[in-house]
């Protein structure tokens, strides 16, 4: 049989646990604060990969994620990159320093939530992408291979606006 501590030890345990959690999750929020502003000063969005990358999936990585995506342009790409939307594009969000103080990444999201939004932006990178590589084809500059994942990215984002145009009553053209 394994070893369990005792009532007193679990006491002692678990209130030191509720102080450094409570500590933690105000360093993550500092950090993440000060990892925006670095950001909006810099153009540079690594320090807040290295801050998410650095969490545990007890601290929400995936939320914290969504938190940067509302309160900034700094974008988490599907394939484990970090951007900068670019002011002007789709899916651009201004830095936004007074509300990400005021608004904790564990407050802002459930983790259903994050992970949704995380979703679509994945879903509109590829979709974006691949629309552009068609282009390009069509004027001449290149040929369309498309990926499993870009075929169902473009899937998503077709039922997507299918459905809020049958919601909104819009009838497609005959092309």
Request: proline content about 2%.
């Amino acid at each position: 049989m394994a070893d369990y501590m005792d009532g007193k030890t679990i006491d002692k345990k678990i209130a030191g646990i509720k102080t450094r959690s409570a500590t933690l999750a105000t360093d993550i929020h500092n950090v993440a604060v000060s990892c925006i502003a670095h950001c909006q000063e810099h153009r540079d969005a690594t320090k807040a990969k290295r801050l998410v990358d650095a969490l545990s999936k007890a601290n929400r990585p995936e939320t914290l994620k969504a938190w940067f995506m509302a309160y900034s342009p700094i974008r988490f790409n599907g394939d484990g990159d970090v951007k900068l939307a670019k002011e002007g594009t789709k899916g651009y969000t201004p830095f936004d320093l007074d509300g990400a103080a005021k608004t904790p990444y564990y407050e802002k999201f459930r983790e259903e939530d994050a992970a949704k939004q995380l979703a679509v932006g994945d879903v509109d990178r590829r979709f974006w992408a691949l629309l552009g590589t068609m282009r390009k084809a069509l004027a001449g500059e290149g040929t369309v291979a498309v990926k499993d994942e870009d075929r169902a990215a473009v899937q998503a984002r077709y039922d997507l606006l299918i459905g809020v145009a049958r919601a909104n009553n819009i009838e497609r053209e005959a092309a």
